[in-house]
């Protein structure tokens, strides 16, 4: 084997991550300063700078749309279904983690079947069933579907985080005469905080960005969701290139901004879930 | 005294399990088991009534326009899915060997990795069918400039190059969690192993082949699987780069876009009816269990095989 020197390797493993970097960079960078220019500046000076940062097209997003409720709607079902699976599965994984009973392993396996079975398959009942319910064209509707599908990612990486938690605690709280119940609330769920928090980083981002639910399951305006809105938007003023790259940029900046802030919770989140497979 | 501790507890059981089983079975194992009935329904109207045994799946595999969609779907995902994996995989590991040198600035690098991962697949496609429209030519031009101008063409206007792209925009997408799926499996490969490595005088090369591939094997193959499943029922990136008509002419069709025509477009505008959609759904749901199991069955297999060397 050829042995470079040192300094070599180095700069080669740089020019590679640079190059990479760039390929990451540059069409995001492009999406923002794009959206910043004027519809004439966009096909006169494609690469540069925007001459002036030009706030036209977000003001008129806002004015053909009501982009602030498809966000607020956005995050309400982010949240809410977040919540929800993150209180159902540990209450179902500190069950099949610590406690025998007849079929809890069929039960721990009828739950991570879930991890691949396509939810999107199902859809067709799942349109019956909301209108069955009344609750279709609705943002409970995507909650409820969010939440079937976050659940068995959420008892996978529990139910084993929780088995790793000494018998010993719960015990000694078992003399101090709390009940089981008591138990989990008291002693398990602040032990458990890691893996909720790697549950919620996993689980956020396919369900902010789903675009499937919502085009199936929604009609109405004002419980659209920002990827359903973008997708709307996009077809309607394709031709628009400065309002176009401000949706793909209002869209996305909220979620790019977020990673950021959060970037370390979410890599070790990442990390927790592939390494437990 | 016992007999009603144990009742009690039971009792809590249920209704801890309770929420999240009513969840999970109402709107993820029904649903799946709904579509596998009315694959046996046909017949006219939104809810089809007339039971029809399996006959939709005969006209499925052996009349057109079903068949020849239901192929070429296929035909596109497979190569859709050997095309992202192979970027996912082989890109992806070479980059996770990289960044996880150590070196000032690997943390950015794989901070950097999973940015495109955060944006959606529409935002994804949209902006890279921006890119490659001819019309504002900012890909093309680039070609232009480094001196590549000749292969300048109709990106996703030809059948065959378009499914290239679109599987090239999911690898640019996705690639970021394999990078971390893969560099987390090489972090937590034990030092002192690396160290004695190091001091037999064992290179870089024989780093990856001997130490660092087998012991992320189960990390390639948790990855392959993650992407087959994504695969095949993508529908986001071809509504975004090829509409959900798949053009041109359904070459960037995938099972995802064609469950979606079948099953809820109108007879006629490209629908099937809610029996064959279901038909549809029943079939991609095989395809994925076997394929998820062959996977899994392939990935331990080795990993044995590797141990016992």
């Known amino acids: 084997m050829i042995k470079f020197k040192n300094g070599t390797v180095r700069t080669l493993l740089y020019v590679i991550l640079i190059i990479y970097s760039m390929s990451i960079f540059y069409p995001i960078f492009l999406m923002i300063i794009t ?8 096909f ?45 599965s540990s209450l179902i994984s500190y069950v099949l983690a610590k406690y025998r009973f007849t079929g809890s392993r069929f039960l721990y396996f009828y739950f991570i079947a879930g991890l691949i079975i396509p939810i999107k398959l199902g859809t067709i009942g799942i349109i019956r069933i ?26 996978f990486i529990l139910t084993d985080f929780i088995r790793l938690i000494p018998e010993e605690l719960s015990n000694s709280a078992r003399i101090d005469g709390c009940s089981e119940p008591i138990i989990f609330f008291r002693i398990i769920l602040p032990l458990i905080r890691p893996a909720l928090a790697a549950v919620a980083i996993i689980n956020f981002i396919p369900i902010w960005n789903d675009f499937w639910f919502p085009l199936l399951l929604i009609r109405t305006d004002n419980v659209k969701t920002i990827p359903l809105a973008t997708a709307l938007l996009y077809g309607q003023y394709e031709t628009n290139f400065g309002l176009i790259f401000s949706v793909l940029t209002a869209a996305s900046l909220p979620v790019i901004i977020f990673y950021l802030i959060m970037s370390r919770q979410f890599i070790k989140g990442l990390s927790s879930g592939a390494l437990k497979g | ?4 501790f144990r009742k009690k507890k039971r009792y809590f059981i249920l209704l801890f399990l309770a929420g999240g089983f ?13 579509s596998m009935f009315y694959s046996l329904f046909g ?4 809810v089809p ?8 799946y005969i006209q499925l595999f052996t009349q057109n326009p079903f068949k020849e969609r239901f192929f070429g779907a296929f035909g596109n995902t497979i190569k859709f899915f050997l095309i992202v994996t192979f970027f996912q995989n082989v890109i992806g590991f070479f980059i996770a060997v990289l960044v996880t040198r150590r070196f000032v600035g690997s943390t950015f690098f794989r901070r950097i990795a999973f940015l495109p991962t955060t944006l959606s697949v529409l935002v994804a496609g949209f902006l890279f069918t921006l890119i490659l429209n001819p019309i504002w030519g900012i890909f093309d031009k680039f070609l232009e400039v480094i001196g590549l101008g000749f292969l300048v063409r109709p990106w996703l206007g030809t059948p065959s190059i378009a499914l290239v792209v679109i599987a090239i925009v999911t690898s640019w997408q996705y690639l970021g969690t394999s990078i971390i799926f893969y560099t987390a499996g090489i972090d937590a490969i034990d030092s002192e192993v690396l160290e004695a490595a190091k001091i037999d005088g064992a290179g870089l090369l024989a780093e990856v082949r001997y130490i660092i591939f087998p012991s992320i094997l189960p990390i390639v193959g948790i990855v392959t699987i993650l992407i087959f499943i994504g695969d095949f029922t993508q529908f986001d990136i071809v509504y975004a780069m090829a509409s959900p008509y798949a053009s041109p002419r359904y070459g960037t069709d995938l099972f995802g876009s064609l469950f979606y025509r079948a099953a809820f477009f109108p007879i006629g505008r490209g629908g099937w009816g809610m029996g064959m959609g279901a038909t549809v759904a029943t079939i991609i749901f095989f395809i994925v269990t076997i394929g998820v199991l062959l996977l899994l069955y392939a990935f331990r297999m080795k990993g044995i095989g590797r141990k016992k060397e």
């Open chain 1, 35 to 42: 959206s910043l220019k004027e519809n004439r500046e966009i």
């Open chain 1, 130 to 155: 909301m209108l069955g319910l009344h609750i279709f064209d609705t943002l409970a509707a995507l909650i409820i579907v969010y939440t079937a599908m976050g659940i068995p990612f959420g008892v």
């Open chain 2, 49 to 56: 009534k007339e039971f029809v045994g399996f006959q939709n």
């Open chain 2, 22 to 34: 009513i969840i999970y079975t109402a709107f993820l194992v029904v649903p799946i088991l709904h």
């Open chain 2, 43 to 46: 017949g006219p109207g939104i």
């Open chain 2, 1 to 4: 005294m016992t007999e009603v």
């Open chain 1, 44 to 88: 006169t000076r494609p690469y540069s700078l925007p001459q002036s940062f030009n706030l036209d097209s977000y003001i008129r997003l806002f004015k053909i749309s009501n982009y602030l409720i498809y966000f607020r709607n956005s995050i309400i079902i982010t949240l809410t279904s977040l919540l929800i699976i993150l209180a159902l």
